[in-house]
DNA sequence: ACCTGAACACCGTTCAAGT
DNA sequence: ACCTGAACACCGTTCAAGT
């Protein structure tokens, strides 16, 4: 009581798994930009130098996040078709990364590409393989989904915020139909909220690509029987 | 000589569009972390708070960056053909974006879509419009161009640096081999060089989603007509 | 041998004191 | 009125001094 801790020698030892899972829960909380190796140690209740114990610097730390989320991602069964195999591994993917929206961009940057990582990749590639995909048209599927693979897209469609005061608003929405007609008429086409329904946009353009990569595919399997 | 400077008073008075002109000119050198305010002042040998003349803050900076480069895509001329001019305009952008690796990656960060960003997205849409497509397959295009309307797409496929020995650098192979199969056969598929003509790659997969809207296009016409 | 506080070399930005 | 140096509140990380 009176607010007094608990000796901290009863806390026990600090594990890299622990830093590592303070850290993507506090970049939920607060963002990314705010994950400094400070207020994660602070939210830790250990001095910043500590954490240097279990990673050896920021970077390493921003690794093992990615690691940690991309790990949440519950591998389908293996699937007979391809196509489902695949589809269904990435909407997996895209429901871990979804509860972490900080994830897409981290793992953009990130130069090394961890096991786990790699894991992910390879059994996409197989799935394709698999499916009688050769190595060159597996090859030029990868990079037609790219981050698709990972579930997310880059959102494309900026956030304008609204102006404060009504007449300021209705001019300003009066300049963008002159100027913008084709993004206005699209923010302003469902429902008249402007907000679209992102999974199904995400699902239409992966059904796109694999519906352009069958074709292909098949065409390819036809001209050389 | 012996190093004095001109009279600073000779300087001609810093432009707002100067101080942005030598922030893409720094990040192009050094690369967009090593960009500072703080480095960017001493680069214009000026005093960092002179700066703040000029922006508003960093952010107001890094939005004027985006702005300038992408103020260097040349606008193709109006097309017959919505694919054409679709196709060319991203080949375009693409190619002023690929002057300035980091152009990306703010691109993707920025909050506000700045008018320059919006008059690039407008002509898309209007194109597909013009080409006859509804607004809400408008709508669903953009989406799946996504960032590819930009000329890039998000590099899938990490740069592993080789081991420095060279038993070591076998080993490592060997494992790859064992646990990445797929990925291996990928890059090392290309003239053994393992490198792959992202260029190529680039407009395999912006033809295979143009295709696929062109089908859609289609067909939905049919089903009106 | 282990731990950690102070310190270093940076940031972006504020603000008051100078001209 | 304009300019600017010092200062503030942060960073990630080093390192030596403490136990």
Redesign the pocket.
């Known amino acids: 009581m009176y607010g007094v801790r608990v000796s901290s020698s009863k806390r026990p030892?600090l594990q890299r798994h622990d830093v590592v899972e303070a850290a993507v829960a506090l970049a939920d909380e607060v963002g990314i930009d705010?994950?400094?190796?400070?207020?994660l140690a602070q939210r830790l209740d250990?001095?910043?130098?500590?954490?240097?114990?279990h990673v050896?610097?920021?970077?390493e730390?921003l690794d093992a996040m990615v690691d940690h989320v991309v790990g949440e991602i519950e591998p389908a069964g293996p699937d007979e078709n391809w196509r489902h195999g695949i589809r269904s591994r990435i909407l997996s993917s895209r429901a871990a990364l979804l509860r972490h929206p900080w994830a897409p961009g981290l793992i953009e940057t990130r130069t090394q590409a961890s096991p786990v990582v790699l894991d992910h990749m390879e059994a996409i590639a197989a799935s394709f393989r698999a499916g009688g995909f050769s190595v060159d048209l597996t090859h030029r599927a990868m990079h037609a989904i790219g981050s698709r693979m990972w579930g997310f897209t880059q959102e494309v469609f900026p956030t304008q915020q609204p102006a404060q005061d009504e007449t300021a608003r209705d001019q300003q929405f009066g300049e963008w139909m002159k100027r913008y007609p084709r993004i206005v008429e699209m923010a302003t086409e469902i429902g008249g909220g402007g907000g679209c329904d992102a999974h199904e946009e995400f699902e239409f353009a992966l059904d796109l690509i694999l519906d352009g990569l069958e074709r292909i595919h098949r065409e390819s399997a036809r001209a050389d029987g």
Chains 1, 2 share one sequence.
């Open positions: 030892r705010a994950l400094s190796m400070r207020t250990v001095v910043p130098m500590a954490l240097y114990k050896a610097n920021k970077d730390l």
